[in-house]
């Protein structure tokens, strides 16, 4: 059967339609992977193979786009970005709270879901309103009308912060995309592959749009992803003063609500049917192994860069975890800008846009197979079991 997406006509239309070329190539063959992959494993349907060659034209070009404006502007790489905090922990332990929180305030820099999708502009400078924010607009209205178990767990706001993994994306070298569509192909060689360029990717596009924004101005980052869990090495190789915050939440709770999500997730995509016992095996093991790999990166660590914080906490008691963090960085809040972030928790209570509904049951997990499949990490946290 014939490929649905060829990958050289993609990249030539992607190049024609923008006036640009690629002159850093080191994305094709993950590109090319990628797209083997979730052509011949992903079930998608017309319209979802449709979706993710425009998803893929939209990560070309923002590609193109960047290369272009660092070549003719090299000032950019000098932008500092060495000390953002970095949220991370497995998918629904607080993460997505404790990111919006912060990022409410005026202290720190964040990458609302626009600039995201979008971090290179697609109008002269300007141009009102920007379509990138239209686009977007029109998008997450689509989303929360079609897919709302989706936006139930996961809300994707115009304004609000996202994650950073739309930026990884870039490089096409994350294993993140496997929780977008089911690529496990593509998984296995991207596993065995080197991360650095993705973070290196990463670290540049946050120093574009930083340049973009007039400059540091005394505003770290405040940054937000999953994947980064397992990561650790890379993450301060790239950002070399970061704070770690590790979330953490009983894993009986937090694995199937994830599986819950990802299923959500890749029905949004276009996925025809979805293996439910596969999948949850599929997360259960990965996210098990983002976790040994993370206590193994973590020995050694300065302990102000790393900040452990409880689930309950970010639910029952978030203005003692936003002080602590910045405690750890030698910082002290105003009380306006500390009760600019916590005003974040009072405008979207929890459920606001439907509950997020899950079980293990439901993928064939039972409490006894995550108990094994992360026993190493209980052991090492095991002050933390409820």
């Given at each position: 059967m014939s490929k649905q997406?060829d990958?050289?006509e993609l990249?030539?239309?992607?190049?024609?339609?923008?006036?640009?070329s690629?002159?850093?190539?080191s994305f094709?063959?993950?590109?090319?992977?990628?797209?083997?992959?979730?052509d011949?494993?992903?079930n998608?349907?017309e319209?979802?193979i449709?979706?993710?060659?425009?998803d893929?034209a939209r990560?070309?070009g923002?590609r193109l786009?960047?290369?272009?404006?660092?070549s003719?502007n090299?000032?950019?790489?000098d932008?500092?970005?060495s000390?953002?905090?970095?949220?991370?922990?497995?998918?629904?332990?607080?993460t997505?709270?404790?990111?919006?929180v912060l990022a409410?305030?005026?202290v720190?820099?964040k990458l609302p879901l626009?600039q995201?999708?979008?971090p290179a502009?697609i109008a002269?400078?300007?141009t009102?309103p920007d379509p990138r924010?239209?686009?977007?607009?029109e998008q997450a209205a689509?989303?929360?009308e079609?897919?709302p178990?989706f936006?139930?767990?996961?809300?994707m706001?115009?304004h609000?912060?996202?994650e950073?993994?739309?930026l990884l994306q870039?490089s096409?070298r994350?294993p993140a995309?496997?929780?977008?569509?089911?690529?496990?192909?593509?998984?296995?060689?991207v596993?065995?592959?080197d991360?650095?360029?993705?973070?290196?990717d990463?670290?540049?596009?946050l120093?574009?749009?930083?340049?973009?924004d007039?400059?540091?101005?005394?505003?770290?980052?405040?940054l937000?992803?999953?994947?980064?869990?397992g990561?650790?090495d890379?993450v301060?190789?790239?950002?070399?003063h970061?704070?770690?915050?590790h979330c953490?939440?009983d894993?009986?709770?937090t694995?199937?609500?994830?599986?819950?999500?990802?299923?959500?997730?890749?029905?949004s995509?276009g996925?025809?049917s979805?293996?439910?016992a596969e999948?949850g095996q599929f997360?259960?093991g990965y996210d098990?192994?983002?976790w040994?790999?993370?206590?193994?990166?973590?020995?050694?660590?300065?302990?102000h860069?790393?900040?452990?914080?409880?689930?309950?906490d970010i639910?029952?008691d978030?203005?003692a975890?936003?002080?602590?963090i910045?405690a750890?960085?030698?910082?002290?809040?105003?009380s306006d800008?500390r009760?600019?972030?916590?005003s974040?928790?009072?405008?979207?209570?929890?459920?606001?846009?439907?509950?997020?509904?899950y079980?293990?049951e439901?993928?064939?997990?039972t409490?006894?197979?995550?108990d094994?499949?992360f026993?190493?990490?209980t052991?090492?946290?095991?002050?933390?079991?409820?």
């Amino acid at each position: 059967m014939s490929k649905q997406i060829d990958t050289d006509e993609l990249i030539a239309a992607v190049a024609a339609q923008t006036g640009l070329s690629f002159q850093d190539r080191s994305f094709v063959e993950p590109l090319e992977r990628f797209v083997d992959s979730v052509d011949a494993e992903a079930n998608l349907s017309e319209v979802g193979i449709e979706a993710f060659r425009q998803d893929l034209a939209r990560l070309l070009g923002n590609r193109l786009a960047i290369d272009a404006a660092i070549s003719a502007n090299p000032e950019i790489l000098d932008e500092d970005v060495s000390d953002p905090i970095v949220i991370t922990g497995l998918p629904r332990t607080g993460t997505t709270k404790l990111q919006k929180v912060l990022a409410n305030g005026p202290v720190y820099q964040k990458l609302p879901l626009w600039q995201a999708l979008f971090p290179a502009p697609i109008a002269a400078p300007g141009t009102d309103p920007d379509p990138r924010i239209t686009i977007t607009d029109e998008q997450a209205a689509i989303m929360f009308e079609q897919f709302p178990d989706f936006m139930a767990a996961h809300p994707m706001r115009t304004h609000e912060p996202e994650e950073e993994v739309l930026l990884l994306q870039l490089s096409f070298r994350t294993p993140a995309n496997s929780w977008f569509y089911r690529s496990p192909s593509y998984l296995e060689w991207v596993e065995k592959q080197d991360q650095a360029p993705a973070y290196a990717d990463l670290r540049r596009t946050l120093q574009y749009l930083q340049w973009q924004d007039g400059g540091r101005r005394d505003r770290p980052w405040v940054l937000k992803s999953p994947i980064h869990l397992g990561a650790l090495d890379l993450v301060f190789a790239t950002f070399p003063h970061a704070t770690v915050v590790h979330c953490h939440r009983d894993l009986h709770d937090t694995i199937p609500s994830h599986v819950r999500l990802i299923e959500a997730i890749m029905g949004s995509r276009g996925a025809q049917s979805v293996d439910l016992a596969e999948l949850g095996q599929f997360l259960t093991g990965y996210d098990a192994t983002l976790w040994r790999r993370n206590l193994a990166q973590r020995r050694g660590r300065a302990g102000h860069q790393i900040v452990d914080v409880r689930y309950e906490d970010i639910r029952d008691d978030i203005a003692a975890v936003v002080d602590d963090i910045h405690a750890r960085r030698g910082l002290a809040l105003d009380s306006d800008t500390r009760s600019l972030m916590l005003s974040w928790q009072d405008e979207n209570p929890q459920h606001r846009f439907g509950k997020h509904v899950y079980s293990l049951e439901r993928y064939g997990l039972t409490r006894e197979h995550i108990d094994r499949e992360f026993a190493s990490y209980t052991d090492a946290f095991a002050a933390r079991r409820s």
